[in-house]
Each structure stands twice: as structure tokens, then as C-alpha cells.
């Protein structure tokens, strides 16, 4: 029996955007994972008694920071794994309507 899948042959060809799948979902997850230590450092230092308020400025934007970066990275991955998904999917449904068509 003879190995032609069409899944392999489309992922042998997109190996350049399976790699920037994988690497937005990692941005993903350490933005996420960034955004659980600012946010925890942030809370744990605002309910000390600080002497200057402004010392939780940065803690503050960089949350800010983590959280929108981690749901654009997130937003982006899926984006671009469901456009190579759905391309997949496409050309399989072209090759069994051409051999129903036969």
C-alpha cells in the first residue's frame, strides 16, 4: 500500500510555518506564565506598605504588557494554524470530489 498522505506532504512543505505556530504558542505561554509572576509580584507589593507609589508603576505596565502580548501571540497562532488547517482540508476535499468525479 502506498504512503501518500496528503497531511504529510503539506506539512513537509509548510515545516517554515509549522515553526512559527510553534513559536507563537510559546511566546504564548511565556507571556502567560511572565504575566502570573508580575501580576503575583504586583499584588504582593501593593499590599505592603510601600513609601513610594510610584514603585509599583512598573509592575503595573509591564502586566499590562504581558497580558496584551500574551492574547496577540495567542491570536495569532490561530490565526495562522487554522489558515494552514483549512488549506489542508481544502486540497482533500478537492482530491475525493475529483475521485467521485471519475
Known amino acids: 500500500?502506498?504512503?501518500?498522505?496528503?497531511?504529510?506532504?503539506?506539512?513537509?512543505?509548510?515545516?517554515?510555518?509549522?515553526?512559527?505556530?510553534?513559536?507563537?504558542?510559546?511566546?504564548?505561554?511565556?507571556?502567560?506564565?511572565?504575566?502570573m509572576y508580575v501580576s503575583g509580584f504586583l499584588i504582593s507589593k501593593a499590599s505592603l506598605r510601600i513609601g513610594n507609589i510610584l514603585m509599583l508603576q512598573v509592575p503595573t505596565v509591564l502586566t499590562r504588557?504581558?497580558?496584551?502580548?500574551?492574547?496577540?501571540?495567542?491570536?495569532?497562532?490561530?490565526?495562522?494554524?487554522?489558515?494552514?488547517v483549512l488549506g489542508i482540508i481544502e486540497k482533500m476535499r478537492s482530491r475525493v470530489y475529483r475521485i467521485f468525479r471519475t
Open 1 to 35: 500500500m502506498k504512503n501518500n498522505s496528503i497531511v504529510r506532504k503539506e506539512l513537509k512543505k509548510n515545516k517554515a510555518v509549522m515553526s512559527g505556530i510553534i513559536f507563537l504558542g510559546l511566546m504564548s505561554v511565556i507571556s502567560g506564565a511572565a504575566l
Open 65 to 84: 504588557t504581558f497580558s496584551l502580548a500574551q492574547s496577540t501571540f495567542a491570536y495569532i497562532q490561530r490565526l495562522v494554524s487554522h489558515n494552514l
